[in-house]
Nanobody, 125 residues
Framework: QVQLVESGGGSVQTGGSLKLSCVVS????????LAWFRQAPGKERQAVAS???????TYRDSVKGRFTIAKDNAKNILYLEMNSLRPEDTAMYYC???????????????????WGQGTQVTVSS
């Protein structure tokens, strides 16, 4: 069983920054793909960014150059640094884990078997 606990959300103005954290309970998490997803009210869940075993990353187009996904294997923590935030980034942000050795980052939500409870990010104009 893998448990994920997010933190770091909040309210900022357009152009502001936030850094999300996700503590991953599993000892084997360093072998997993880890990812951030988001969901705004009334909208479908979106993949935001993913990171694989070797630190390879992939991002949705709308956050490229603004968001950075990273992980600390020693502490089992996944991060999402978000800069130049926009109102359209407002959503609940979830971290997720894809069990099994993962060499290619994935933005496919159905591949992730473990999810956190989410942390709210609100960006005002």
């Amino acid at each position: 069983q893998v448990q994920l606990v997010e933190s770091g959300g909040g309210s900022v103005q357009t152009g502001g920054s936030l850094k999300l954290s996700c503590v991953v309970s599993s000892f084997n998490s360093k072998k997993y793909c880890l990812a951030w997803f988001r969901q705004a009210p009334g909208k479908e869940r979106q993949a935001v960014a993913s990171i694989d075993v070797d630190g390879g990353t992939t991002y949705r187009d709308s956050v490229k150059g603004r968001f950075t996904i990273a992980k600390d294997n020693a502490k089992n923590i996944l991060y999402l640094e978000m800069n130049s935030l926009r109102p359209e980034d407002t959503a609940m942000y979830y971290c997720a884990a894809k069990p099994g050795i993962c060499w290619i980052p994935s933005l496919v939500g159905s591949e992730y078997g473990y999810w956190g409870q989410g942390t709210q990010v609100t960006v005002s104009s």
